[in-house]
């Protein structure tokens, strides 16, 4: 059964950093395309990032620049760096992986004041 376990979020102020980790049991993640979503109050689920089991990564405009997508195969571990945080960053973010369906971690919450 694959696992995954957000952490790292928490409040910040605007043009601050935090470093999310998505920490997976059950599956070998750096065999797999992995993606951050994030969503915000009242708004749909959003793409963020992704990487591919190669390390190629990609962006959603709105981050690109400012987020940096990485994964530790050591650790089995995927992160999401970001820096110069904007208020509309706000939302809970989550780590995905598609293999035997969807799975999502429970998701953390990045706050950031203006």
């Known amino acids: 059964q694959v696992q995954l376990v957000e952490s790292g979020g928490g409040l910040v102020q605007a043009g601050g950093s935090l470093r999310l980790s998505c920490a997976a049991s059950g599956i070998i993640l750096s065999s797999y395309f992995l993606s951050w979503y994030r969503q915000a109050p009242g708004k749909q689920r959003e793409l963020v990032a992704t990487?591919?089991?190669?390390?190629?990564?990609n962006y959603a405009d709105s981050v690109r620049g400012r987020f940096t997508v990485s994964r530790d195969n050591a650790k089995n571990t995927m992160y999401l760096q970001m820096n110069s945080l904007k208020p509309e960053d706000t939302a809970v973010y989550y780590c995905?992986?598609?293999?035997?369906?969807?799975?999502w971690g429970q998701g953390t919450q990045v706050t950031v004041s203006s």
């Open positions: 990487i591919t089991s190669g390390g190629n990564t």
């Open positions: 995905y992986v598609r293999f035997l369906g969807n799975n």
